[in-house]
């Protein structure tokens, strides 16, 4: 699955645009005090719209899979607001096979840098902004992820590729991932923050199709187009 379009809500989409755009090296597309959009070095773009209600939101990219260490170095080259678990910056998760790091931007999202070693994405260049590669994960609180995680499996034939479909479930594959989990006892890791449910909009690729996922209001509405032309 790819997460090629990702539009979320801000306190400040300019402000947003001048930190993914100076401090991670995003692609700008268009940038206003109401609206902006990044593009990432998959082509996938990332936009901001402004709200009065903003809501915390986790998600995460994709980095080559053998770099998590100089991915750390980057960020802290750049000052970023890194967030530590259990007093260090590196994240080993092994049941999935991955390291991570993780920071703040300016609105205070979790944001996210994965290595995936099963992707084996390697590469002989030097970490830099070039190396944020995709979007890998959004965050979707709801109120059951049994019927979340089941409303995506039935309708576009996602896979659960982690969790226990009560607490939390990953839906999707290493290339993409919704992160579902319970908003009443979910707090986003390492963060302390609590998983709220905050509305995002977002078009995918799978098996051939894209797929509109958008979350509003605390429901998820999914709508298929036709297949992608080859």
């Not at 995460?60 to 960020?75: K, V, Y």
Request: some cysteine.
């Amino acid at each position: 699955m790819q997460i090629r379009q990702l539009k979320l809500f801000s306190k400040a989409p300019l402000a947003q645009s001048v930190f993914y755009h100076e401090k991670l090296g995003f692609e700008m597309v268009n940038a206003s005090a109401k609206s902006s959009t990044l593009r990432l070095m998959n082509g996938s773009t990332l936009t901001f719209e402004q709200t009065d209600a903003f809501i915390p939101y986790h998600f995460a990219f994709n980095i080559p899979s053998f770099q998590i260490r100089e991915a750390l170095n980057w960020l802290q080259s750049i000052s970023v607001d890194m967030i530590p678990y259990k007093e260090q910056f590196l994240v080993d998760f092994k049941a999935w096979n991955a390291d991570a790091v993780y920071f703040y931007d300016p609105d205070g999202n979790i944001l996210e840098l994965i290595a995936r070693k099963n992707l084996n994405l390697s590469t002989n260049q030097a970490f830099s902004a070039k190396s944020i590669l995709s979007i890998s994960e959004i965050g979707m609180p709801v109120q059951n992820v049994f019927e979340a995680s089941e409303m995506l499996k039935a309708t576009i034939g996602l896979k659960q590729y982690s969790g226990d479909r009560d607490y939390f479930c990953a839906m999707g594959d290493e290339e993409g991932l919704f992160i579902i989990v319970d908003e009443a006892r979910k707090k986003w890791m390492p963060t302390e923050i609590p998983a709220k449910a905050a509305a995002f909009e977002s078009l995918i690729d799978y098996a051939g199709r894209e797929w509109a996922i958008n979350y509003r209001n605390a429901k998820l509405e999914i709508t298929s187009f036709d297949p992608l032309q080859t």
